[in-house]
Nanobody, 116 residues
């Protein structure tokens, strides 16, 4: 059974930093892209950042220059370094893993709250 376990969320003041981690456990042949999404109450889940198995990255315009996504393929772990946080970054952040075969997997979500 494949599980994605997220950690690193919390409460931080505006301008501060947080680092999210997402570890994939269980039997999985190969993971292609991994990414982070956020979903505020009453809104759809949107992409924040993604990284391919080869290290190519993409970001939402709202986080470019502030957030950095990275991954450790040996550990099946993806990270999101969030700097210069703003109150509008407040949301639940979800990790996603796209296996080479089969459907995507999602984490349970971790709350990030940025106070002004």
């Amino acid at each position: 059974q494949v599980q994605l376990v997220e950690s690193g969320g919390g409460l931080v003041q505006a301008g501060g930093s947080l680092r999210l981690s997402c570890a994939v456990s269980g039997s999985i042949f190969k993971i292609n892209a991994m990414g982070w999404y956020h979903q505020a109450p009453g809104k759809q889940r949107d992409l924040v950042a993604a990284v391919t198995s080869g290290g190519l990255t993409s970001y939402a315009d709202s986080v470019k220059g502030r957030f950095t996504i990275s991954r450790d393929n040996a550990k099946n772990t993806v990270y999101l370094q969030m700097n210069s946080l703003k109150p509008e970054d407040t949301s639940v952040y979800y990790c996603k893993a796209d296996p080479a075969i089969g459907s995507s997997y999602w984490g349970q979500g971790t709350q990030v709250t940025v106070s002004s």
